[in-house]
């Protein structure tokens, strides 16, 4: 199956020529959105916000980080990259200077596996969950192995009613961009809302059976649903999971039961998390979405779903 992003995903190469030149602040004025988008009604990446000059963070509590071995840099990043959300979290971390030009970030939260920082455009409804180690994105094969940190159950424990940085939205959404989507290269999953329109579809296409309730049927074609987008895009097609937690890693479970039996491409995919709400608040389940650009009327991006602003 193709697993090549279709030609009205982003590309990386607009902003790769420049993006070693310009500072966080100005770089993130763009954002993960299909082409096409205006300015406008584009998807944020994070923002910077405006703390004291002289207060550096304190250090992570809780040790080292589980970060990816030496040998698999090559996939997974160098420490000494210069990506603008890299430098973020190094300052959040362990105060590590800024370059000249760039506003430090608000550390919303500091582990010693994760931080949480503002998405753009700032609201209370838009932030970011980035490893404290250096890891580029969904195509780092550390995130599928049982030593990594279970980033997506982090995001809930944060963003949920009653979390550390809640997301003040009455749907949450949760989500993360392929490679080609994104336009920082440090792994990072958006803490949003999704519209009422969203949670109801997905709740209806659960009571169609329409939703795999095992990983191992994710991939089933009675499981590729149409869902539509809170852009105004239309409708994308995504495979559907509900699961009772966030117990599982996500990442492993795409690999294993969608993009290695399809001959798929784990850096083409987008990973979209929506937990289950009724009238009385969180219903105790998980609906998992993914999409990549091999499926008809198929995305790259969770930023048709997720809503920043």
Same mark, same amino acid.
């Given at each position: 199956?193709?697993?090549?992003? /279709?030609?009205?995903?982003? $590309?990386?190469?607009?902003?790769?020529?420049?993006s070693?030149?310009?500072?966080?602040?100005?770089?993130?004025?763009?954002v993960?959105?299909?082409?096409?988008?205006?300015?406008?009604a584009?998807?944020?990446? &994070? +923002?910077? +916000?405006d703390?004291a000059?002289?207060? *550096?963070? /304190?250090p992570?509590?809780?040790? $080292?980080?589980?970060?990816?071995?030496?040998?698999?840099?090559?996939? *997974?990043?160098?420490?000494s990259?210069?990506?603008?959300?890299?430098?973020?979290?190094?300052?959040?971390t362990? =105060?590590?200077?800024?370059?000249?030009?760039?506003?430090?970030?608000?550390?919303? #939260? @500091? $582990?010693?596996? &994760?931080?949480?920082?503002?998405?753009?455009?700032?609201?209370?409804?838009?932030?970011l969950?980035t490893?404290?180690?250096?890891?580029?994105?969904?195509?780092?094969?550390?995130?599928? !192995?049982s030593?990594a940190?279970?980033?997506?159950?982090?995001?809930?424990d944060?963003?949920?009613?009653?979390?550390?940085?809640?997301?003040?939205?009455?749907?949450?959404?949760l989500?993360?961009?392929?490679?080609?989507?994104?336009?920082?290269?440090?792994?990072?999953?958006?803490?949003?809302?999704v519209?009422a329109?969203?949670?109801?579809?997905?709740?209806?296409?659960e !009571?169609? =059976?329409?939703?795999?309730?095992?990983?191992?049927?994710?991939?089933?074609?009675? &499981?590729?649903?149409p869902?539509?987008?809170?852009?105004?895009?239309?409708?994308?097609?995504?495979?559907a999971?509900?699961?009772?937690?966030l117990?599982?890693?996500?990442?492993a479970?795409?690999?294993?039961?969608?993009?290695?039996?399809?001959g798929?491409?784990?850096?083409?995919?987008?990973?979209? @998390?929506?937990? #289950?709400?009724?009238?009385?608040?969180?219903?105790?389940?998980?609906?998992?979405?993914?999409?990549?650009?091999?499926?008809?009327?198929? /995305?790259?991006?969770?930023?048709h779903?997720?809503?920043?602003?």
């Amino acid at each position: 199956m193709n697993d090549e992003k /279709t030609s009205n995903e982003p $590309t990386r190469r607009r902003f790769v020529a420049f993006s070693g030149a310009i500072g966080a602040a100005t770089l993130l004025t763009g954002v993960e959105a299909a082409a096409g988008r205006t300015a406008s009604a584009a998807a944020p990446m &994070y +923002a910077d +916000a405006d703390p004291a000059p002289d207060m *550096c963070p /304190t250090p992570p509590p809780g040790g $080292t980080p589980a970060c990816p071995p030496a040998q698999l840099q090559p996939l *997974c990043g160098s420490p000494s990259d210069n990506d603008p959300l890299w430098r973020d979290v190094q300052y959040c971390t362990h =105060g590590k200077p800024l370059p000249p030009g760039q506003n430090p970030p608000a550390c919303l #939260k @500091v $582990t010693s596996d &994760y931080v949480v920082l503002h998405g753009r455009p700032s609201s209370p409804h838009n932030f970011l969950l980035t490893p404290s180690c250096r890891i580029t994105g969904i195509e780092c094969p550390f995130i599928e !192995t049982s030593g990594a940190p279970n980033y997506w159950n982090d995001a809930w424990d944060n963003a949920r009613s009653g979390g550390s940085v809640p997301v003040q939205y009455p749907n949450i959404g949760l989500g993360i961009n392929s490679q080609n989507a994104r336009f920082l290269n440090q792994l990072h999953i958006h803490m949003a809302g999704v519209r009422a329109s969203t949670q109801r579809r997905l709740q209806e296409l659960e !009571t169609m =059976g329409r939703m795999a309730t095992n990983p191992a049927q994710w991939d089933a074609v009675q &499981y590729r649903v149409p869902v539509t987008g809170s852009d105004g895009t239309g409708d994308r097609t995504y495979r559907a999971l509900r699961l009772p937690s966030l117990g599982t890693n996500l990442f492993a479970q795409l690999q294993q039961h969608v993009v290695k039996p399809n001959g798929l491409n784990m850096a083409n995919q987008t990973l979209i @998390v929506v937990p #289950k709400m009724t009238a009385t608040g969180f219903a105790g389940a998980f609906y998992v979405l993914n999409s990549d650009s091999s499926l008809h009327d198929g /995305t790259n991006t969770c930023d048709h779903l997720l809503v920043y602003s």
